[in-house]
């Protein structure tokens, strides 16, 4: 049950990271790869990838 609650803990943790580094594209980013990947549709799990490494590239480019 205690790796339960570490691991929900370090999930709700990276997503108020993003949302507050990236915003609501980061957020739904980290939501299309989390829904693609427990669905089994590579397409949506690899826009979600794609829309998160833009997000983080912007400065670079």
Do not use: D
């Not at 915003?23 to 690899?46: D, Y």
């Amino acid at each position: 049950m205690p790796v339960i609650a570490l691991i929900s803990a370090v999930v709700v943790t990276v997503e108020q990271l993003l949302q507050w580094r990236y915003g609501a594209a980061g957020l739904l980013g980290l939501l299309l790869v989390t829904v693609g990947i427990h669905a089994n549709r590579p397409g949506v799990s690899s826009a979600g990838a794609v829309l998160l490494a833009l997000l983080v590239a912007r400065p670079a480019l």
